[in-house]
């Protein structure tokens, strides 16, 4: 089995608990994407397959080690006709690092849009680069990364190609862990871009403090996707950073929205 997929799978241990493994060096901070991704796992073992994930709202309140494992405890909000929510509370030896709450709905019909008819590059045509900076706990060796961003204009635009280079299963729910974990890397990055830095410099305290994720399509991870993000806003030693994450295709699949410290040391 692929690393990869191996970091997305959690061991149930009681009544709506589970455990998810280390993914990292130990005495290295975990990834905030693990976190992310293993949470919204948790969650959805408590919900049937038809009530795909709407949103996601995730508090780092601790830094973790990348290698001990996480335990992970849902608690069962509401659960409505069509609808449900979840909140998720992760743990390393019985410390809270962070806190979830995910919401679940069925499809309805309604109008649509969201589909960008022009993509800014060709994927196929872009160097591989990997992340944006050193990324230990990631399986690099399943993951085609290429960076390609954009600094005409007066702002910074970071723009992240990806995709899984392992075989994955067709579950759409697997796709999406995938995403939301690949997606986390080095996002808060480009507020410090803005003026001149970056998280690889070291010259700023910085990480993610707070990360949302609203879903609006299927995603195929094993394709090629696009995350497009930038920096609104920056002030009191934070940083916003909004992002679409769009399919080959075109289509809009998530928005993401993080804030992290962006703070001088």
């Not at 993610?208 to 991870?221: D, E, G, L, V």
């Amino acid at each position: 089995m692929s690393r990869l997929l191996t970091l997305l799978e959690l061991r149930p241990t009681d009544l709506d608990t589970w455990s998810g493994c280390g993914h990292g060096p130990a005495g290295k901070r975990a990834f905030g994407g693990q976190f992310a991704a293993q949470s919204l796992a948790a969650a959805s073992h408590t919900v049937d397959a038809a009530r795909a994930p709407t949103s996601m709202h995730l508090q780092f309140l601790r830094g973790g080690d990348a290698a001990a494992p996480v335990d992970y405890a849902v608690t069962r909000v509401f659960d409505g006709r069509t609808a449900a929510t979840r909140r998720v509370d992760a743990r390393q030896e019985g410390r809270l690092l962070t806190t979830a709450t995910v919401s679940f709905a069925a499809a309805a019909a309604g109008p649509e849009h969201g589909l960008r008819t022009v993509l800014p590059d060709d994927p196929a045509t872009l160097a591989r680069t990997g992340p944006a900076g050193p990324a230990p706990s990631l399986p690099l060796d399943e993951l085609d990364i290429r960076i390609a961003d954009d600094t005409s204009g007066a702002g910074f635009v970071r723009r992240l190609w990806w995709r899984a280079t392992v075989a994955l299963p067709d579950d759409p729910l697997v796709h999406t862990l995938v995403a939301l974990y690949v997606t986390d890397v080095y996002m808060i990055d480009p507020a410090l871009r803005v003026h001149g830095h970056s998280m690889r410099d070291r010259t700023h305290r910085s990480g993610t403090t707070a990360a949302s994720a609203w879903f609006h399509r299927p995603i195929r991870a094993d394709q090629w996707n696009l995350l497009e993000s930038a920096s609104p806003a920056a002030a009191r030693g934070r940083g916003l950073v909004t992002a679409s994450l769009i399919r080959e295709d075109g289509a809009i699949a998530a928005t993401l929205v993080q804030e992290g410290l962006i703070a001088q040391r």
